[in-house]
């Protein structure tokens, strides 16, 4: 490479430095070029980004006493029961009439007439199209996405009231087994109802793997908070976030990291953050009730919720 060819990407260089350079930010009708200036406005306006705005002050105890809606029974009873065929006739008779025929060439009239003939095979020629509607859609997806779905992985999950006839027919017709519950997903357990204290005690056997495994090197005190940091604490992240886990099962996680290394420091001390005196270890408490509140926050922040008061 001769002296030519190095002086043009220099050039290059040098114009992409520019044309990614901030030489002026305009701020409330103000223009700002001195580049401290430009920098103390970025660092405000991220410091303020996710602050609560109009003086909204959080009441904790409120989140305790909050009693969300719920269906009642007999309306949860109707989302899953199946069409009858009497609603799809209610459903056409208030249509309008005289409307060109569908794709298949048949009419709304059509159907009104011969209805009572044709309904039961009807209703079963719905279920099937359904089905085959649905799987449709999943391989066409997965042929935009060029990731197919693996129909001998995958399985079907139904309300505990379906009916074991239709679940027969759907997984057949979809070619997709039953899938029961507790099963789970991105490595987290999943559930209809509430999980069991076992079931969460689960997360702590990937800690514990972890742990033995360097029970038996030589690691020093700051290399042992930077595991627990980095790798013990962040494994039961995902399933705070996605479940209410148990403070019994957080307070024995909590053990084991404590039982590594650090079982002669007071662990209130070891949990505090190192401007306060601490080693900076996540306490498990405290951010489980951060993560289910920058869920709640959002709610907390609207002003049309009635019965809510912050």
Same mark, same amino acid.
């Given at each position: ?6 002086? #043009? ?10 044309? &990614? ?15 401290? /200036? ?6 405000? *306006?991220?410091? $303020? ?10 009441? *904790? ?20 029961? /199946? ?6 006739? +209610?459903?056409?008779?208030? +249509? ?33 199209? =359904? ?12 042929? +935009? ?11 079907? #999950?139904?309300? =505990? ?23 789970? #997903?991105?490595?987290? &357990? ?7 204290? /076992? ?12 742990? /033995?495994? *360097? ?30 886990? $148990? ?5 024995? #996680?909590? =053990? ?55």
């Amino acid at each position: 490479m001769n002296d030519k060819n190095i002086k #043009y990407f220099h050039n290059l260089a040098r114009q992409k430095k520019k044309k &990614n350079q901030i030489s002026e930010l305009h701020v409330e009708g103000r223009t700002i070029s001195d580049t401290k /200036n430009i920098l103390k406005e970025f660092m405000k *306006w991220y410091e $303020n980004l996710w602050q609560i705005d109009d003086g909204i002050q959080v009441n *904790w105890d409120t989140l305790k006493e909050l009693k969300w809606k719920k269906l009642p029974k007999e309306s949860h009873s109707d989302m899953i029961k /199946n069409i009858s065929a009497s609603e799809i006739e +209610l459903a056409m008779d208030s +249509l309008g009439r005289g409307k060109a025929p569908a794709l298949d060439g048949f009419s709304l009239e059509f159907f009104l007439k011969f209805w009572e003939s044709i309904k039961e095979s009807f209703m079963e020629t719905c279920c099937k199209k =359904s089905c085959l509607y649905v799987k449709e859609a999943l391989n066409y997806d997965g042929e +935009l996405t060029n990731q197919r779905i693996n129909y001998n992985k995958s399985e079907l #999950y139904f309300p =505990s009231a379906f009916p074991k006839q239709k679940k027969e027919e759907i997984t057949k017709l979809m070619s997709i087994k039953e899938g029961f519950f507790p099963f789970k #997903y991105l490595g987290t &357990n999943i559930d209809k109802s509430k999980l069991s204290v /076992n079931i969460q005690r689960q997360i702590m056997g990937k800690a514990e793997t972890r742990l /033995n495994c *360097w029970a038996s090197k030589n690691i020093s005190q700051t290399g042992k908070t930077i595991l627990l940091n980095l790798v013990v604490n962040s494994i039961p992240i995902h399933s705070l976030a996605t479940s209410w886990i $148990n403070e019994k099962v957080i307070k024995e #996680y909590a =053990s084991l990291a404590r039982n590594y290394g650090f079982h002669l420091v007071n662990w209130k001390v070891v949990s505090l953050s190192k401007a306060r005196g601490g080693l900076g270890v996540k306490d498990l408490s405290l951010v489980k009730i951060s993560i289910h509140a920058k869920r709640v926050l959002p709610l907390l922040m609207r002003r049309n919720m009635d019965g809510l008061s912050c």
